[in-house]
């Protein structure tokens, strides 16, 4: 930049006076012959650079900034002067100070939110934090060989039952921790230690987190109470435990249940837990434990770990948000234009008593149960049912429509009956799947049947049954249950 030279007092007009911001002629008493200005005037500001980011969910909070840059451009240009003993000065004149502007924060440059600290409730493919990689799983266990990719099913043997342990407590070492989970993904590998039968891990999805830490409770005291235990012959569980910030808890042992046999049910078996989630696993094995429990506890603690922090930043960045109420349901209306959504089904609710639910349908027969089960409401003309989930205290806990494997099921039309967006009883299971991604196709093989499930962060779950394995393309909807699955009676061991 030039600097400002003062004029005399004698001059005429000032630099300030004549002109601003470009270059100017100043009189000193003599002729004066105007110097063309530069087209493009000193002192202009550049155009700030436009500045984008973006990410991909978990990302944390990415702040979007600018910064002004300034350049200033003088052109000179030489003139004749053609009278004589006259000279022309000429003097460059600065524009007058300008002050620099005060930046002012973009809403992205506000004050970072505070870490989220509500409910650890993880949904849908949040649960593939929790997963190991193979290697770790090779390094946490031995004799491991093939290791499968993870995948979004779940088998489960039974739906419970079986012999009784003593104390009563060891029962949930026994269990399928799956019972009364909403969601899973699971990894399965050989071992050569018993060829015939796999090792497994699951990653299992509760309603919230008071159902996931009590299933944690029973295993910590499990592993307290079952060192040595009866199952039919003398069994024992040797663990070591591990824990982590913010409530995460991790056991590992070796179970020794010889029922009969010399290799019986000896299994390699962990369990950890934060927030909704339990993970689970398990590998058979033969003769005597070879297995480092503590080393085994402190990875299933450091992953469940990590899996707490991304969720704590993914919610943070991204505040959950409550569904939307629909839109209040006609009872007189067909039941076929009911809506199936987390607060219920039309105008029947979740969460009241059953009494409510009936008189929210003026006109429906009522049929009850005669064993104890659901009570199923029948449209006036018969064209459709539903049947009433109700917990323990009589609270319906659940709705649903078409088939539900109980005596007395019914057989609809699918048009006749509510749809979950969109979806409908006699529909692929793909729709369903594409309408309610990242949910869990599960398969009951004591009997026979096959589901596909979708669970929400606030333990609404939807649960659509198929007439074959969900994952085949010819599955077809043969009923639909929502349910509140933190209104579940939760399992006793004892």
Avoid at 204 to 214: C, I, P, T, V
Avoid at 322 to 350: K, N, R, Y
Avoid at 457 to 483: H, K, N, Q, S
Wanted: net charge negative; aromatic share 6%; with cysteine.
């Amino acid at each position: 930049m030039h600097a400002s030279r003062s004029a005399p007092s004698s001059a005429r007009p000032t630099a300030t006076d004549a002109c601003t911001g470009r270059i100017c002629p100043v009189w000193h008493g003599v002729v004066i012959v105007p110097v063309s200005t530069s087209p493009q005037a000193a002192g202009r500001a550049a155009s700030p650079s436009s500045l984008l980011s973006g990410g991909r969910r978990p990302a944390a909070h990415v702040s979007i900034g600018g910064s002004m840059s300034r350049s200033r451009s003088v052109i000179t240009t030489t003139v004749g002067v053609a009278a004589v003993g006259a000279l022309l000065a000429m003097a460059g004149c600065a524009p007058a100070p300008q002050s620099t502007p005060t930046a002012q924060p973009t809403p992205s440059e506000s004050a970072t939110p505070d870490p989220y600290a509500g409910p650890l409730d993880f949904v849908g493919d949040e649960l593939d934090w929790f997963l190991p990689a193979a290697a770790e799983i090779a390094d946490m266990l031995p004799s491991v060989g093939d290791v499968s990719a993870p995948s979004s099913s779940l088998i489960a043997i039974s739906d419970g039952g079986g012999p009784v342990a003593s104390p009563a407590a060891c029962n949930a070492l026994l269990a399928e921790a799956a019972l009364g989970s909403v969601g899973a993904r699971t990894i399965t590998w050989t071992t050569a230690a018993r060829p015939e039968r796999d090792g497994w891990l699951h990653v299992l999805q509760f309603a919230d987190e008071a159902a996931a830490q009590a299933r944690m409770d029973q295993y910590a005291q499990a592993a307290d109470q079952c060192v040595e235990f009866e199952y039919e012959d003398a069994s024992s569980f040797v663990s070591s435990s591990a824990e982590g910030e913010g409530g995460v808890r991790a056991i590992a042992g070796s179970l020794t249940v010889p029922r009969g046999s010399d290799d019986g049910w000896n299994q390699y078996k962990g369990y950890a837990s934060v927030g909704n989630v339990i993970v689970s696993f398990w590998q058979p094995f033969g003769g005597e434990p070879d297995f480092d429990t503590a080393q085994a506890a402190a990875l299933l603690r450091d992953r469940a770990s990590e899996a707490r922090a991304m969720l704590i930043d993914e919610l943070t960045a991204n505040p959950p948000t409550p569904a939307p109420t629909p839109a209040a349901a006609d009872p007189s209306a067909p039941w076929g234009e009911w809506e199936i959504s987390a607060a219920g089904v039309g105008p029947v609710p979740l969460g009241v008593d059953v009494a409510e639910a009936i008189a929210a349908v003026p006109g429906a027969h009522v049929e009850e149960s005669d064993w104890g089960g659901p009570t199923r409401l029948i449209a006036a003309d018969g064209s459709a049912s539903l049947l009433l989930w109700a917990d323990d205290d009589d609270v319906v806990s659940g709705i649903s429509v078409g088939a539900a494997n109980v005596s007395g099921d019914r057989t609809h039309d699918g048009a006749a009956l509510p749809a979950a967006g969109g979806v409908r009883v006699g529909d692929p299971v793909s729709a369903a799947i594409a309408a309610f991604p990242e949910g869990t196709t599960s398969r009951v093989v004591s009997s026979g049947e096959f589901f596909y499930e979708s669970a929400s962060r606030d333990g609404i779950t939807l649960r659509f049954r198929a007439d074959r394995e969900a994952t085949d393309p010819a599955a077809v909807i043969t009923g639909i249950l929502v349910e509140d699955a933190k209104l579940r009676t939760p399992l006793n061991f004892g």
